[in-house]
């Protein structure tokens, strides 16, 4: 495993369609535009849910996204969550688990690169077998709002959620206090590792014991976590997890044993143009820094043209030149509205040359880069400066234009604009770096 691995998150559903093909009839040259990175994430991959796609096509809030992200949309393009689960089978529309397998050899082997799927350890679809046949692991419903629960036979069984939002009407919630319950998950999770290179793990904060006991008022007395975690590494030793995670508990689930955890906070303050809130935040220790994820976009986030205006590169470039695992999303840069997770096609926008190869160099650029890292102080507010060995990185997260001295240097930076500079002060050539910020 790579010390700050790239990875490149696809949907899955969305890229099958857009290159006519299932993960059976997947060619060389189809995957050979990916190559780069460390991981391919095929987001999406497993059973969907048709109740779930009932659902999904009946709320007026989803279908009035729908109809922002695809403006030709029909209740056909709904294919149900990639989040609510009937399975961990591939999706019989994507393909077979063959096809899966025969997708992860090109992976490995063409690209040198491993494959990531999706955990959902929260939830799963409400017509899921286990629902159906084993209701008792599940959380029962008692003494809560009707909307809240849903009745298989005889129980009454509680929607999964988060504490600060509504319940997810196409799920149903795993009962973490229920031994029963986290071994049947152990053993999913086992299923889907040993076809798989890494997992990134869905709301991975919401199991945690503190988290599920405040929800639920239901105490599993153990961390899940560090007992599905173990247990799948003393398999596959190399095996990475990842963990979607927020509200400052990312270092509580790497001391489970996740290798990398979401860094929302550095997400959140490059959208506030906060230079000084950003190096704060990058000087944290480095062994609890090495292991954050840096995104400037995701499935789960407004595009990053749209989230960071016609700077959204310079966003991105921070999120991949500083230590830390790098996630991209597939097409970033050139989609402007973010596509609900429920459907399978999106809008084909303009392709953006300019922008794959910014993309494809900033992931090859990565790699050379040090391990060293110093975040320094620099004159202007609107100015990140760090430094990786000998490269120093000037970049200006601001929307006005600046102008600094560096080591005698003069150095002007529009708005979203960076430079990398060598330790003597001369400027590296980095002809794709300004190319887009000229672009831009």
Excluded at 42 to 66: C, D, F, H, K, N
Excluded at 204 to 223: G, I
Excluded at 415 to 439: F, S, Y
């Amino acid at each position: 495993m790579e010390r700050y691995p790239s990875i490149l998150e696809i949907n899955t559903s969305v890229w099958l369609n857009d290159l006519g093909r299932t993960l059976d009839t997947l060619a060389p040259h189809d995957i050979e535009p990916l190559a780069g990175r460390d991981y391919l994430w095929l987001m999406g991959a497993w059973e969907r849910s048709a109740a779930g796609q009932t659902i999904a096509r009946a709320l007026p809030g989803l279908v009035s996204e729908y109809r922002a992200a695809l403006p030709d949309y029909t209740p056909d393009d709904v294919v149900g969550s990639a989040y609510a689960i009937r399975s961990y089978r591939v999706d019989g529309h994507l393909g077979s688990e063959a096809g899966l397998a025969a997708a992860r050899r090109l992976i490995n082997e063409r690209l040198g690169a491993g494959l990531i799927l999706d955990f959902v350890p929260n939830h799963c679809a409400i017509d899921a077998p286990w629902v159906l046949d084993n209701p008792e692991l599940f959380v029962p419903c008692e003494h809560r709002p009707a909307a809240e629960c849903f009745r298989v036979d005889r129980h009454l069984v509680a929607h999964g959620r988060d504490p600060y939002f509504a319940p997810w009407t196409d799920t149903a919630q795993y009962d973490f206090a229920n031994p029963a319950t986290r071994q049947r998950l152990i053993e999913e999770l086992l299923s889907v590792a040993d076809r798989c290179d890494g997992v990134r793990c869905d709301m991975a904060m919401l199991m945690l014991r503190e988290v599920f006991t405040r929800t639920w008022q239901r105490d599993p007395q153990v961390e899940f976590w560090a007992e599905a975690i173990a247990t799948v590494k003393a398999r596959h030793p190399g095996f990475v997890f990842i963990a979607e995670a927020y509200w400052g508990l990312e270092w509580q689930l790497m001391q489970l044993g996740f290798d990398f955890c979401y860094d929302k906070t550095l997400y959140d303050r490059l959208t506030h143009h906060d230079a000084r809130a950003v190096s704060a935040h990058l000087r944290a220790e480095r062994h609890y820094s090495d292991r954050l994820v840096r995104f400037a976009e995701n499935h789960d986030e407004q595009p990053a043209r749209r989230a960071f205006g016609a700077q959204w590169w310079a966003a991105t470039f921070v999120a991949a030149t500083v230590p830390g695992a790098h996630l991209e999303y597939l097409g970033q840069g050139e989609r402007t509205v973010r596509l609900p997770v429920q459907l399978g096609r999106e809008p084909r926008p303009e392709a953006d040359p300019q922008a794959r190869h910014f993309l494809r160099q900033l992931a090859a650029f990565r790699r050379t880069l040090s391990d060293e890292f110093e975040v320094f102080p620099c004159p202007h507010p609107q100015v990140l400066a760090y430094r990786r060995g000998r490269h120093q990185f000037l970049v200006n997260i601001g929307t006005q234009g600046v102008q600094l001295s560096v080591d005698g240097t003069v150095l002007r930076l529009s708005a979203g604009a960076a430079t990398v500079v060598q330790a003597d002060a001369v400027a590296i050539p980095v002809d794709w770096l300004r190319q887009v910020a000229l672009a831009a």
